[in-house]
C-alpha cells in the first residue's frame, strides 16, 4: 500500500487562499495565520504528506494542501503578471 503523494513538492510556489477565513472554524486555522491569505509563498518543508512549511511565515506554521489556491506557479510566471 503506497502513502498519500504529495501534491506539492519543496521549492513549489503557492497562494494561500484568499478566502481562508471563511474556513478559519477548522480547528487547523488559527488567527495569525489570516494575515498571509492571498499571498503567493514558497514551499520550504513537507510534513506527513500533506502537510507543509512555508517561507512566508519563517516556517512558523503547518499548512494543509486545502489551504492553497490548487494552481503552482513558478516565479516566472508569478513575475509575468505584475
Given at each position: 500500500?503506497?502513502?498519500?503523494?504529495?501534491?506539492?513538492?519543496?521549492?513549489?510556489?503557492?497562494?494561500?487562499?484568499?478566502?481562508?477565513?471563511?474556513?478559519?472554524?477548522?480547528?487547523?486555522?488559527?488567527?495569525?495565520?489570516?494575515?498571509?491569505?492571498?499571498?503567493?509563498?514558497?514551499?520550504?518543508?513537507?510534513?506527513?504528506?500533506?502537510?507543509?512549511?512555508?517561507?512566508?511565515?519563517?516556517?512558523?506554521?503547518?499548512?494543509?494542501?486545502w489551504m492553497?489556491?490548487?494552481?503552482?506557479?513558478?516565479?516566472?510566471?508569478?513575475?509575468?503578471?505584475?
Amino acid at each position: 500500500m503506497e502513502g498519500i503523494k504529495n501534491k506539492f513538492e519543496i521549492g513549489d510556489i503557492v497562494t494561500i487562499r484568499k478566502d481562508l477565513e471563511k474556513t478559519s472554524k477548522l480547528p487547523t486555522v488559527v488567527t495569525e495565520m489570516l494575515y498571509y491569505a492571498g499571498n503567493t509563498a514558497t514551499i520550504m518543508g513537507i510534513i506527513h504528506d500533506t502537510e507543509y512549511n512555508l517561507d512566508i511565515d519563517d516556517m512558523e506554521w503547518t499548512w494543509a494542501d486545502w489551504m492553497f489556491e490548487s494552481k503552482k506557479k513558478t516565479w516566472k510566471q508569478i513575475l509575468e503578471t505584475q
